[in-house]
């Protein structure tokens, strides 16, 4: 039984899923500064399984649309469609199930969250497209990665939300975006021969990995200052300029990684220190909600 779990845990990345959702929490708690940050147990419930759906039918829909790049690629030819550990029939019917379960969750949370949930499917399974027809696919994962905190938001506000809100919420999704752009073009080095050859776009293919990089540490560099804003508008304090400072350290030493490092350091950069990343928001996050603003200089 494990095995099976195993195997299909990793044909969809569920580790990866360490990216979006400390995101989505945190803007869950922001949501619920009324109550301390708690939802409560029916909201918080359905968020995490309407995030799971999400990310498992986007990463079922990315394999299915790339396994014949997947089997070409040295760095992806052992992945479980490539080598047969997984048929194309079972894929498609975990993706199929896996947006189902996205509406499902939806139409537990609130009407807008259902009504939306459509557009959010389409969003997400697209970006795996685009590759074929694009230099800018990282905006477009960003963007599909943003959906997770607009969505939790909305999970538990509806559209009972304020202007303020809004631009709280509108904030950490450019900041999102913006986080996602930087790395993703980090870990794209990786493939930077194997796309150039095969015609796959991506901004490491159109401007070369030099020219990239400077665009990853531009995009970083703004993610840095929207982050702080972010904080600024939620009146945050300490504890989160704590964090900011973290996050800010993280990323100087993830692009240093990636200029000093030979690829296999890449992997590094992309995974363990945007975890990290996430991982800081989401504490110093519901640390300020919970204690709302407890932490001060004095």
């Known amino acids: 039984m494990f095995p099976l779990i195993n195997k299909w845990a990793s044909f969809v990345r569920f580790s990866h899923t360490v990216f979006a959702l400390p ?31 999400a990310r498992t039918c986007a990463m079922a829909f990315n394999r299915i649309a790339d396994r014949k790049f997947d089997a070409l690629n040295p760095r992806t030819a052992n992945r479980h469609l490539p080598v047969g550990a997984i048929s194309s029939a079972g894929a498609i019917t975990l993706c199929v199930l896996s947006a189902a379960g996205l509406v499902v969750a939806s139409w537990f949370l609130n009407p807008l969250c259902f009504w939306l949930s459509p557009l959010a499917l389409v969003v997400i399974c697209f970006y795996s497209l685009t590759k074929r027809f694009t230099d800018f696919t990282h905006v477009f994962l960003g963007l599909a990665l943003a959906l997770a905190p ?20 509108l904030l950490l999704a450019a900041t999102v975006v913006l986080w ?68 800010v350290g993280c990323i100087v030493l993830e692009h240093w990684i990636a200029r000093r490092r030979s690829l296999n350091w890449i992997n590094v950069a992309f995974f363990r220190l ?25």
């Not at 150039?196 to 159109?206: E, F, I, K, Y």
Request: aromatic letters at 14%; one cysteine or more.
């Open 23 to 53: 995101f989505a929490l945190a803007a869950m708690c922001v949501a619920a500064r009324d109550h301390r940050g708690w939802p409560g147990w029916r909201t918080f419930g359905l968020i995490l399984a309407a995030m799971v759906s």
């Open 150 to 169: 607009v969505g939790a938001w909305l999970a538990v506000k509806g559209a009972n939300v304020s202007v303020l809100e809004i631009s709280q919420m």
């Open 180 to 247: 996602l752009v930087g790395f993703d073009i980090i870990y794209a080095l990786q493939d930077y021969e194997f796309d150039r050859t095969h015609g796959l776009r991506s901004l490491v293919v159109a401007w070369g990995p030099k020219n990239a990089l400077q665009a990853a540490f531009l995009a970083h560099l703004g993610m840095c200052g929207l982050l702080f804003a972010f904080g600024l508008l939620c009146r945050f304090r300490i504890a989160y300029v704590i964090g900011w400072l973290l996050i």
């Open 274 to 298: 945007n975890a990290v990343v996430s991982a800081v928001f989401f504490i110093v996050t519901v640390a300020e909600v919970v204690f709302q603003g407890g932490f001060r200089l004095r």
